[in-house]
């Protein structure tokens, strides 16, 4: 045991100790937020304005197109449209929308056309052709002899109210927070294991080429080494994330006192306008569900499933860096590795958020390769304590396993060069 706890104490030093370990651990949360600073301002930079020539040879649509912050329309209607089409393709103006003449509305709505020289957004597409429909299908029902404000007082527009069996009164999207918050916890799951997996893997070859490993291998097991390995990686790895955390509040908080009053007074005007006190009463009600979900179980989930997953995944690592001589050689053998990651993210996202519950994601959440990310978006949805403790005990049953045969491709791969392993050869050695 004292050899174990001097290899991960030898490991977690090497780790910290690096300068590419310490320039990052400071610089990241500063790129982060200076990131997302960044974008916030991109975003409320408003677009150019682009100039729509409308050539309407009917001049029953073109008082229908309204202004706006991106988009200009101007009359050109009496204008020829040859020269119209000409200051398209000379850029005067963004491009040219053109109404002709039709014996009915059935031919007009076939024959209008868009020109520019770039292609339009579909969703600026999508309004032009809303418009135009909105305007002909107003004509139609003049025609047909039918009242339009009648037909427009006869729609229906339908709000369900959500409520709990328990009689209070229930939010919508509430299942889209809580899979954006399990998702979240899953996300940075599965981005440590990938990290510091790597690293485990590199620092067992780089190791294994400078023939550092024959001298550590003659004192202690190969199995204490790769544990050690793993440990001491993963608490370095624990270290600068509460690092990250720490710096990264710190700076958002610096960020929103420096930059808030600004933003908060621009965003305030805007959502002045538009809130209503049922908005307001609203938000109060999301902050209020959100305060009952099981929070302690969400955090203390998250740090074992972080530990289990890691361990798990590390174990895989590092018998690949065992096996190979070089990172090149050990991509063959990490995409079976990264496979279980995806589809752990995919299953959350696509299967937990419709049915939390469900065949798919109970099951899922129990598999070990995929329990720490499925398991933690469920979470949120409230999951049975059984379901959360038998998940924990498979994922380290698991782990245990996992180690036991990885130690078996440790042990004889940490001597081997010069040798490109095949997956044949990988089961020889599980086999020794």
């Not at 030898?10 to 937020?33: D, G, H, Q, Y």
């Not at 292609?119 to 600026?124: A, H, I, K, R």
């Not at 139609?140 to 404000?149: H, R, Y």
């Not at 049975?384 to 005990?393: A, D, E, K, N, T």
Request: charged fraction near 15%; hydrophobic fraction near 50%; charge should be neutral.
């Amino acid at each position: 045991m004292s050899k174990l706890v001097l290899i991960i104490k030898r490991e977690f030093i090497a780790k910290v100790r690096n300068k590419s370990f310490i320039v990052m651990t400071f610089l990241s949360p500063l790129l982060f937020v200076g990131i997302g600073v960044f974008v916030g301002y991109l975003s409320t930079m408003k677009a150019e304005l682009k100039t729509i020539a409308v050539h309407d040879e009917t001049g029953r649509f073109v008082n229908e197109f309204k202004n706006d912050e991106e988009y200009k329309y101007v009359d050109l209607s009496t204008v020829d449209l040859k020269v119209l089409k000409d200051s398209i393709v000379s850029e005067s103006y963004e491009g040219l929308l053109i109404i002709p003449k039709a014996e009915n509305n059935a031919q007009l709505q076939k024959g209008i056309q868009y020109v520019s020289n770039d292609s339009p957004s579909v969703s600026f597409t999508e309004d032009l052709e809303d418009v135009i429909a909105k305007k002909i299908t107003a004509e139609n029902f003049q025609k047909a002899g039918l009242d339009t404000l009648a037909i427009k007082n006869a729609k229906a527009d339908v709000s369900i109210n959500l409520e709990k069996a328990s009689g209070e009164e229930a939010l919508k999207g509430l299942n889209e927070i809580k899979i954006i918050i399990g998702g979240a916890f899953g996300y940075l799951i599965m981005m440590f294991i990938i990290l510091y997996g790597n690293m485990v893997m590199r620092s067992v070859i780089e190791e294994k080429t400078s023939r550092i490993i024959e001298v550590i291998i003659s004192s202690v097991k190969p199995f204490q080494l790769m544990m050690g390995k793993i440990i001491g990686t993963s608490l370095a790895g624990i270290l600068q994330f509460l690092i990250w955390a720490i710096l990264g509040m710190a700076a958002m908080f610096i960020v929103s006192s420096m930059f808030g009053v600004q933003m908060g007074a621009s965003a305030g005007a805007q959502a002045q306008a538009m809130e209503t006190a049922q908005q307001a009463s609203n938000i109060g009600m999301y902050i209020k569900e959100l305060w009952n979900l099981p929070i302690a179980t969400i955090l203390i989930s998250f740090i074992i499933y972080f530990i289990g997953g890691y361990f798990l995944y590390s174990s895989f690592y590092a018998s690949i860096g065992a096996a190979v001589d070089n990172e090149t050689d050990s991509q063959q053998f990490l995409l079976p590795i990264i496979m279980p990651l995806i589809l752990g993210v995919y299953i959350g996202f696509f299967t937990v958020m419709n049915d939390p519950h469900g065949t798919v994601a109970t099951v899922f959440s129990m598999i070990p390769l995929t329990s720490p990310i499925v398991m933690m978006m469920r979470i949120p949805f409230g999951v049975p304590m059984w379901q959360i403790i038998l998940s924990m005990v498979i994922l380290f049953s698991t782990f245990f396993g996992v180690v036991w045969f990885a130690a078996k491709i440790y042990r004889v791969g940490i001597l081997m060069y010069g040798k490109k392993p095949t997956w044949r050869e990988l089961i020889k050695w599980l086999r020794y």
